[in-house]
């Protein structure tokens, strides 16, 4: 059997796939003293596709492949992960792929069983480039109630050498695990099985265990079980068990695990993957790993917010008929960011100053500082947001929400103060933005003259967290600033904006 480590590709689910130099290479240096075959690095991603930032370890050149290969030695692998949504035609990926050659050895696609037609001349091109292609075959657990799927994907196994069972929910047990291989077995007994395991119930060793008694050909892990959702089986676990328990291979110096390990126990500890909660749920429910991820990374639903969300799916049939009513020339909205409570003394001067200008709060951060003043004004709410709102407001304040309330989005009894967008135009995975609400109501009301404070933008470097709603706010900029007059009037990192200063409008 061999094991295939991917730490560095899966774990980039994390970190945009950015990782230290230093800890690049003394993870590279600590594979090469492992017992382990093959080291995935990343992906080989097509820039032209994407329009966000993605680090090195997405997009691989061929000069960092040739860097890690004269690390790591000629004796280990190397695999790369092609994404089929990056490319249009097999022509492009076969021109790109062809750079690799006599450096990479083996390439991976991810592909959906019930899709595997589309892939054929994709797989075809990259095996008569020499590569070892790899299937890892998602949703594997459709194939216990359709066993027939594994016909059509055996339709292509001239054009690929490894057939990957991937658990992408997280949520197969051992006995399917048993029983996913010997269906693929019985239908073509040569054919290389891989194993690759999410960690969702805590069963990636037990069901590692399982896919080894099966006398699978290739299994999956990571350091730390870093990966998508609750990430993977743990590399310095499955060597532990295969060192100690089964002695079937040696391990010399636990030292060194224990260094790497550590630095990236340090990376967890901001990112926190892992089994929670929600993520025993998706693997239950057979709920994709990403939907829980993004909710848990969003920051706008507590975690009672995110199970009950899991656990009942069903959309709200809730209709506000109330839309905004009225017309506004001149809207200030108020974000929850520090600077509002820097500059407080100011903004409530602009606002005295202008008492005709109406106050939208995006989100209710910043609202108890305001809580006095005179001016006309309603809430943006979505997701747990109205439960943090003091009780004696919800019945004196307005509130707004999205055009499309989500199941998520947590409303009180009495909807009299409630109001609802006509229509929020912008991409709906993230039109459920408080400022995204905010911009689509500020074009409902007609307004022309817009300001904006306390959207101080999230630290880029701090957490992949922060890191991904500062990308979604700006994407919501860049948007909004095409369609409004936008104008910042406290320090904000987001950019292509028109950034004035609130004390020019002050006497």
Same mark, same amino acid.
């Given at each position: 059997?061999?094991?295939?480590?991917?730490?560095?590709?899966?774990?980039?689910?994390?970190?945009?796939?950015?990782?230290?130099?230093?800890?690049?290479?003394?993870?590279?240096?600590?594979?090469?003293?492992?017992?382990?075959?093959?080291?995935?690095?990343?992906?080989?991603?097509?820039?032209?596709?994407?329009?966000?930032?993605?680090?090195?370890?997405?997009?691989?050149?061929?000069?960092?492949?040739?860097?890690?290969?004269?690390?790591?030695?000629?004796?280990?692998?190397?695999?790369?992960?092609? =994404?089929?949504?990056?490319?249009?035609?097999?022509?492009?990926?076969?021109?790109?792929?062809?750079?690799?050659?006599?450096?990479?050895?083996?390439?991976?696609?991810?592909?959906?069983?019930?899709?595997?037609?589309?892939?054929?001349?994709?797989?075809?091109?990259?095996?008569?480039?020499?590569?070892?292609?790899?299937?890892?075959?998602?949703?594997?657990?459709?194939?216990?109630?359709?066993?027939?799927?594994?016909?059509?994907?055996?339709?292509?196994?001239?054009?690929?050498?490894?057939?990957?069972?991937?658990?992408?929910?997280?949520?197969?047990? @051992?006995?399917?695990?048993?029983?996913?291989?010997?269906?693929?077995?019985?239908?073509?007994?040569?054919?290389?099985?891989?194993?690759?395991?999410?960690?969702?119930?805590?069963?990636?060793?037990?069901?590692?265990?399982?896919?080894?008694?099966?006398?699978?050909?290739?299994?999956?892990?990571?350091? *730390?079980?870093? @990966?998508?959702?609750?990430?993977?089986?743990?590399?310095?676990?499955?060597?532990? /068990?295969?060192?100690?328990?089964?002695?079937?291979?040696?391990?010399?110096?636990?030292?060194?695990?224990?260094?790497?390990?550590?630095?990236?126990?340090?990376?967890?500890?901001?990112?926190?993957?892992?089994?929670?909660?929600?993520?025993?749920?998706?693997?239950?429910?057979?709920?994709?790993?990403?939907?829980?991820?993004?909710?848990?990374?969003?920051?706008?639903?507590?975690?009672?917010?995110?199970?009950?969300?899991?656990?009942?799916?069903?959309?709200?049939?809730?209709?506000?008929?109330?839309?905004?009513?009225?017309?506004?020339?001149?809207?200030?909205?108020?974000?929850?960011?520090?600077?509002?409570?820097?500059?407080?003394?100011?903004?409530?001067?602009?606002?005295?100053?202008?008492?005709?200008?109406?106050?939208?709060?995006?989100?209710?951060?910043?609202?108890?500082?305001?809580?006095?003043?005179?001016?006309?004004?309603?809430?943006?709410?979505?997701?747990?947001?109205?439960?943090?709102?003091?009780?004696?407001?919800?019945?004196?304040?307005?509130?707004?929400?999205?055009?499309?309330?989500?199941?998520?989005?947590?409303?009180?009894?009495?909807?009299?103060?409630?109001?609802?967008?006509?229509?929020?135009?912008?991409?709906?995975?993230?039109?459920?933005?408080?400022?995204?609400?905010?911009?689509?109501?500020?074009?409902?009301?007609?307004?022309?003259?817009?300001?904006?404070?306390?959207? =101080?933008?999230?630290?880029?470097?701090?957490?992949?967290? =922060?890191?991904?709603?500062?990308?979604?706010?700006?994407?919501?900029?860049?948007? /909004?600033?095409?369609?409004?007059?936008?104008?910042?009037? *406290?320090?904000?990192? /987001?950019?292509?904006?028109?950034?004035?200063?609130?004390?020019?409008?002050?006497?």
């Amino acid at each position: 059997m061999k094991i295939l480590d991917c730490t560095l590709r899966d774990g980039g689910y994390y970190t945009n796939w950015d990782f230290s130099q230093e800890l690049a290479i003394n993870y590279y240096k600590l594979m090469k003293s492992l017992p382990v075959d093959i080291i995935e690095i990343g992906y080989r991603g097509n820039p032209d596709k994407k329009n966000t930032y993605y680090g090195e370890y997405y997009f691989l050149t061929v000069s960092n492949l040739k860097k890690i290969k004269s690390i790591i030695g000629n004796k280990k692998k190397i695999s790369i992960m092609v =994404d089929l949504k990056d490319w249009d035609s097999p022509r492009e990926l076969h021109k790109n792929l062809s750079k690799c050659k006599g450096i990479v050895n083996i390439v991976r696609f991810a592909v959906n069983p019930k899709k595997i037609i589309e892939t054929k001349n994709f797989l075809k091109v990259t095996k008569s480039l020499g590569f070892k292609v790899c299937i890892n075959l998602m949703y594997s657990h459709l194939i216990l109630n359709n066993p027939n799927l594994i016909k059509k994907v055996l339709k292509l196994k001239k054009y690929f050498d490894v057939l990957y069972i991937v658990d992408s929910f997280g949520s197969l047990v @051992g006995e399917d695990v048993k029983e996913i291989i010997k269906i693929i077995k019985d239908k073509d007994n040569k054919i290389q099985i891989g194993f690759h395991a999410h960690n969702n119930l805590e069963l990636a060793l037990a069901n590692s265990i399982e896919a080894i008694k099966s006398n699978i050909d290739y299994l999956d892990c990571t350091i *730390t079980g870093m @990966g998508r959702g609750a990430g993977n089986l743990k590399t310095e676990l499955l060597l532990t /068990y295969l060192n100690l328990k089964k002695k079937i291979i040696k391990i010399k110096d636990y030292k060194n695990i224990a260094n790497v390990v550590n630095q990236f126990e340090e990376i967890k500890l901001k990112e926190k993957w892992g089994t929670s909660l929600p993520y025993m749920i998706s693997g239950t429910t057979n709920s994709p790993q990403a939907e829980a991820m993004k909710l848990i990374k969003s920051k706008r639903y507590n975690l009672t917010d995110i199970i009950a969300h899991l656990i009942k799916k069903e959309n709200k049939n809730i209709i506000i008929k109330k839309i905004l009513p009225f017309k506004k020339n001149t809207i200030l909205i108020v974000g929850g960011g520090y600077s509002v409570k820097k500059n407080l003394i100011y903004i409530k001067e602009f606002i005295k100053k202008n008492p005709t200008t109406f106050i939208m709060f995006a989100g209710c951060k910043n609202f108890d500082l305001f809580n006095n003043i005179k001016n006309q004004s309603l809430i943006c709410i979505t997701g747990n947001e109205i439960n943090k709102i003091n009780k004696k407001y919800l019945t004196t304040q307005n509130f707004l929400i999205n055009d499309v309330v989500d199941n998520k989005t947590i409303l009180p009894n009495n909807l009299k103060k409630i109001f609802q967008l006509k229509k929020n135009k912008i991409d709906k995975n993230i039109s459920n933005s408080l400022l995204s609400i905010s911009l689509a109501a500020t074009l409902e009301l007609g307004a022309k003259n817009i300001f904006l404070v306390g959207f =101080d933008g999230y630290n880029h470097t701090n957490k992949i967290n =922060d890191y991904s709603l500062n990308t979604e706010n700006q994407k919501i900029i860049n948007f /909004y600033r095409r369609k409004l007059d936008l104008i910042f009037l *406290t320090d904000t990192i /987001y950019e292509n904006i028109e950034m004035n200063s609130i004390f020019q409008y002050l006497d």
